[in-house]
Nanobody
Framework: VQLQASGGGLVQPGGSLRLSCAAS????????IGWFRQAPGKGREAVSC????????YYADSVKGRFAISKDNAQNSVTLQMNNLKPEDTALYFC?????WGRGTLVTVSS
């Protein structure tokens, strides 16, 4: 079982990025998958989560209305669409399934 996050990069404030979490060894549609982030010098924070079969979603207050989580069953992946990015969104982003954590992808929001 593995997870691999991708899609990070450098973007200006107000810009958008689309993160992808590719899964192997299990079917994402059947399980809850979460996105977390860790900013420099800070603890890990839950950003968003999507339930089995996409039945429910959770967003941290800090990203509500700007981020959207979804599942791509054809690609067996989970996507985090991030819009109107702010400098405080700068962090290493991880996806998580039960006790499995993927390698993070770095998001930097800066002008």
């Amino acid at each position: 079982v593995q997870l691999q996050a991708s899609g990070g990069g450098l973007v200006q404030p107000g810009g958008s990025l689309r993160l992808s979490c590719a899964a192997s060894g299990f079917t994402v549609d059947y399980y809850s998958i979460g996105w977390f982030r860790q900013a420099p010098g800070k603890g890990r924070e839950a950003v968003s989560c999507i339930g089995s079969e996409g039945g429910s979603t959770y967003y941290a207050d800090s990203v509500k209305g700007r981020f959207a989580i979804s599942k791509d069953n054809a690609q067996n992946s989970v996507t985090l669409q991030m819009n109107n990015l702010k400098p405080e969104d700068t962090a290493l982003y991880f996806c998580q399934y039960r006790t499995i954590w993927g390698r993070g992808t770095l998001v930097t929001v800066s002008s």
